[in-house]
């Protein structure tokens, strides 16, 4: 059985907010780093100096990864993850298909993590790579179930 589904395109704006925020979640635990310091402060009786240095810590750290996913949308790896691409989607691998003819294959162990929100799948590959499906493009309700199942098999959900 395979899952076809309609035409998408991840769009740059929609990458950069699915990124950071799948960062944020990921790695929330670094932000007792900025309160270590400010509690440091606190005690140390230099409250505004250390809270501060917090702070362009903790907004240099969302600045840097924000650069980063803003770049990759720019650079040509990246540039895939940007296609109006529609997917067959079995038990054995994803295939994006850019036109009737042509298509990448990827395999299922080359997907990290699987996150499913409330209107969509998200494949992880890296950090910053990951394709977003939302279920707006599945042709009917018996498709993402069929999805739902085979990534439970792959123990990906």
């Known amino acids: 059985?395979?899952?076809?589904?309609?035409?998408?395109?991840l769009t740059h704006s929609k990458y950069i907010k699915l990124a950071l925020g799948m960062l944020l979640r990921k790695e929330w635990w670094y932000g007792f780093g900025p309160l270590a310091l400010i509690a440091i402060g606190i005690i140390a009786d230099y409250f505004w100096t250390f809270t501060i240095i917090a702070l362009v810590i903790a907004i240099g750290y969302i600045l840097f990864w924000l650069i980063q996913f803003t770049g990759l949308t720019q650079h040509e790896m990246g540039k895939v993850m940007f296609y109006?691409?529609?997917?067959?989607?079995?038990?054995?691998?994803?295939?994006?298909?850019?036109?009737?003819?042509r298509g990448m294959p990827m395999q299922w162990n080359a997907i990290k993590k699987v996150v499913k929100t409330k209107d969509a799948f998200i494949l992880s590959f890296s950090k910053a790579q990951f394709f977003h499906l939302p279920f707006d493009i599945f042709r009917s309700q018996n498709d993402l179930k069929l999805m739902e199942t085979i990534m439970s098999r792959k123990n990906l959900l």
């Open 84 to 101: 109006n691409v529609s997917y067959d989607i079995d038990s054995k691998q994803i295939i994006m298909k850019f036109d009737a003819q």
């Open 1 to 9: 059985m395979v899952v076809k589904t309609k035409k998408y395109q």
